[in-house]
């Protein structure tokens, strides 16, 4: 966490807080081992690299087999990132020509990457301080090993009680949100009802959490009749990646995502203008209840490998929707601000002592260095 935090810039104390905040939390989940490090990760795993004048055609195919973005790479060096979110809004719903528009014109050039020998955890906490989905991972001399993503580390977390561990303590720490549910109901007018029984194993117990406390997005909407291109444009207008889908008679009918977009259209050599949503959507998906257990439709999530999962309300009808990055930022910036008013309660009471005591500015300020991290833990 040190070396993590060093390379962000953060000083002593944030260091400090980052160590207190998801060490001992994955030590316990990996059976007080060292967490691994991305190049085991990786081991093993081909990278989904390009060339800078790659087609878009051809990139898809690569990014599809192996459901990753893909790593434009010129003269064995990392030159860009281009992920399913770029093809979408970038190439699709810009109705560029795939097949002869190269990769380098519509990547992210010079991104940043990462040493392999960074922990999960280390890899963990750079995304979620820069909201990346995705990390290039390269060597000091520039070799680039492999790309992880978000569901690559969740995975790494010492397997489920890893990711378990993560959000039981996240649930654990106050809401600051003055309604947990307010974002589901707005969508409700539109009664996107499903069109199957929503199969809930149970209802959250009291001292369980809810689907509802994730704080699910509200849902984007896209017709039966809608062309992928129209799914895209307005998908790419909202700066989204995932919408559902309805039929005429107003229930779901499926969900159609960015990776379903480059796997299922792009890749295939489909028209977007031409295709109809219905066929590269995923059809009558899973859905939970805002009253499951929140852990139970992580579970569903992680072990599905599902970014997103719609959430219907006790009528049937489609409130938001899930994305497991969301819930995984959620959860570490909970955890965060709980690290961050604990310390300064533990400043504050040293300063009262301090004070109390008659204590100089500069002792006083070696007697809160001293005693704030004690009293944190306290």
Not at 68 to 75: F, S, T
Not at 250 to 272: K, P
Not at 283 to 308: C, K, Q, W, Y
Request: proline letters at 4%.
């Amino acid at each position: 966490v040190k070396q993590m935090a060093a390379m962000q810039g953060a000083g002593g104390q944030q260091a400090a807080m980052l160590t207190q905040l998801l060490a001992p939390l994955m030590a316990q989940a990996f059976g007080n081992k060292a967490s691994p490090t991305l190049r085991s990760l990786l081991a093993g795993k081909p990278a989904t690299i390009v060339s800078p004048d790659t087609s878009l055609k051809e990139t898809a195919t690569v990014m599809s087999e192996a459901r990753k973005a893909a790593l434009v790479v010129e003269d064995g060096k990392l030159v860009g990132i281009f992920g399913f979110k770029d093809m979408m809004s970038r190439a699709v719903a810009k109705e560029l020509p795939l097949e002869h528009t190269e990769v380098r014109e519509v990547m992210t050039p010079d991104p940043e990457s990462v040493s392999p020998d960074i922990t999960v955890i280390e890899a963990l906490q750079i995304m979620h301080e820069n909201k990346f989905l995705n990390l290039p991972v390269c060597e000091k001399d520039g070799t680039v090993c492999g790309l992880v993503g978000v569901m690559d580390l969740i995975y790494g977390c010492g397997g489920a009680e890893g990711w378990r561990s993560l959000f039981y303590h996240s649930f654990g720490v106050a809401s600051d949100d003055a309604s947990d549910t307010a974002s589901y109901y707005s969508a409700g007018s539109k009664s996107l009802r499903t069109s199957r029984s929503v199969k809930s194993s149970r209802v959250a117990k009291s001292d369980e959490k809810p689907v509802s406390k994730l704080r699910p997005k509200k849902p984007l909407v896209s017709n039966a009749q809608d062309s992928v291109l129209t799914v895209a444009q307005m998908l790419a207008n909202k700066r989204s990646s995932a919408s559902i889908v309805v039929g005429a008679d107003g229930n779901l009918a499926g969900i159609i995502t960015d990776t379903d977009i480059t796997r299922r259209l792009v890749a295939r050599d489909l028209n977007a203008s031409k295709t109809n949503v219905t066929k590269i959507m995923t059809s009558n998906p899973t859905v939970v209840s805002v009253d499951d257990p929140a852990m139970e439709a992580l579970g569903i999530m992680v072990e599905n490998h599902f970014r997103h999962l719609p959430v219907v309300d006790d009528r049937g009808s489609v409130v938001g929707v899930l994305d497991i990055a969301k819930c995984l930022n959620d959860a570490i910036s909970k955890l965060e601000r709980a690290e961050e008013q604990k310390n300064s309660a533990a400043e504050d009471v040293v300063k009262q002592m301090a004070a109390m005591q008659g204590a100089g500015g500069q002792q006083a300020a070696m007697l809160t260095q001293l005693l704030a991290p004690l009293m944190a833990q306290a």
